[in-house]
């Protein structure tokens, strides 16, 4: 592709992540248009179809985060309107937002997961599903919004967890696995690195991951032998296993003290500021961030 294409960077939108897509797609736009791209930013709302009809891109940067940008709904727009875009097509997306979606693709190929049960506010509400300690988080949030962890000694789901929840709001009750926090990004088949993520808290929470100072990032990871490489293998499998393309981040727990390696769960659209994860990544193979984004451009292409 030419760098002279027209692209159109989605942010925004109207999910919970909206401000994080706000950052991740005003540094894109800015990182294409010193690639050499002509760019027009749209904060996406419901008049998107509308918006792409009047910019008329050659291709989408798809810089939302959260549902409706990341769930497998703007990817069909674009799929219907025939518009080349970044990151994965309908169906990945869509699985890939839905956890427990997510858990049974990726059992079915034999990857580690922690043991967890589909279920609803209300039911986890009534009473521990398992023993302590464990996570109860929303189906198909990201970022780890609504993500809580009920510890041993808690008599019930802690109190206001389901503030603004409904009773049949689905959520996935889960198995907390002890350890540090990895990642790996993933670009077309290649795994970049491992990163070990260093919360200033005991929890890699939404602050953690966006407020100023709170987490580092050690890139790559410091891990025992053989756990670097198994961690990158395990993340090519289930960018592979969903059906992803394009530039995916897989999540892991490592617990040094039984060796155990666990798949938290597959991103398609990380977040993609100059010190996102990915990114930090990308450097560290020694690709720019005005590289990285040229190539997932050139990488865009509809499902069909």
Same mark, same amino acid.
């Given at each position: 592709?030419?760098?002279?294409?027209?692209?159109?960077?989605?942010?925004?939108?109207?999910?919970?992540?909206?401000?994080?897509?706000?950052?991740?797609?005003?540094?894109?736009?800015?990182?294409?248009?010193?690639?050499?791209?002509?760019v027009t930013e749209i904060d996406v709302g419901a008049d998107l179809a509308l918006r792409l009809s009047e910019v008329k891109p050659d291709v989408v940067f798809n810089a939302?985060?959260?549902?409706?940008?990341?769930?497998g709904c703007v990817q069909g727009v674009l799929e219907l309107m025939r518009i080349p875009y970044t990151h994965s097509g309908v169906r990945a997306s869509a699985v890939a937002m839905d956890k427990p979606a997510t858990k049974v693709v990726l059992a079915a190929c034999g990857l580690p997961l922690a043991e967890g049960v589909a279920t609803t506010a209300g039911e986890a509400a009534a009473g521990h599903l398992m023993a302590p300690p464990y996570v109860v988080?929303?189906?198909?949030?990201?970022?780890?919004?609504?993500?809580?962890?009920?510890?041993?000694?808690?008599?019930?789901?802690?109190?206001?967890?389901?503030? =603004?929840? #409904?009773?049949?709001?689905? *959520?996935?009750?889960?198995?907390?696995?002890? !350890?540090?926090?990895?990642?790996?990004? &993933?670009?077309?088949?290649?795994?970049?690195?491992?990163?070990?993520?260093?919360?200033?808290?005991?929890?890699?929470?939404?602050?953690?991951?966006?407020?100023?100072?709170?987490?580092?990032?050690?890139?790559?990871?410091?891990?025992?032998?053989?756990?670097?490489?198994?961690?990158?293998a395990l993340a090519v499998a289930a960018h592979r296993a969903l059906g992803c393309r394009g530039v995916s981040r897989i999540d892991f727990r490592f617990d040094d003290a039984s060796g155990e390696?666990?798949?938290?769960?597959?991103?398609?659209?990380? =977040?993609? #500021?100059?010190?996102?994860? *990915?990114?930090?990544?990308?450097?560290?193979? !020694?690709?720019s961030f005005e590289a990285l &984004?040229?190539?997932?451009v050139e990488d865009a292409s509809c499902d069909r």
């Open positions: 592709m030419s760098a002279a294409l027209h692209v159109a960077v989605l942010k925004g939108g109207l999910s919970t992540e909206r401000e994080v897509s706000l950052n991740s797609g005003a540094a894109c736009a800015q990182a294409l248009r010193n690639a050499g791209f002509r939302l985060h959260g549902r409706f940008g990341e769930d988080k929303p189906t198909n949030e990201g970022s780890s919004v609504g993500v809580h962890i009920v510890r041993p000694g808690d008599n019930r789901y802690p109190q206001g967890l389901t503030e =603004g929840w #409904t009773a049949d709001k689905p *959520v996935l009750v889960e198995r907390f696995i002890p !350890g540090r926090e990895l990642t790996v990004g &993933v670009m077309h088949d290649r795994a970049l690195a491992v990163t070990e993520i260093l919360p200033a808290t005991d929890f890699y929470d939404y602050e953690a991951k966006y407020a100023a100072g709170g987490s580092r990032h050690v890139v790559p990871a410091q891990l025992p032998e053989g756990v670097t490489e198994k961690a990158m390696l666990i798949v938290l769960e597959v991103n398609t659209q990380p =977040g993609m #500021t100059g010190t996102s994860l *990915v990114p930090e990544q990308a450097a560290h193979c !020694g690709m &984004v040229t190539w997932m």
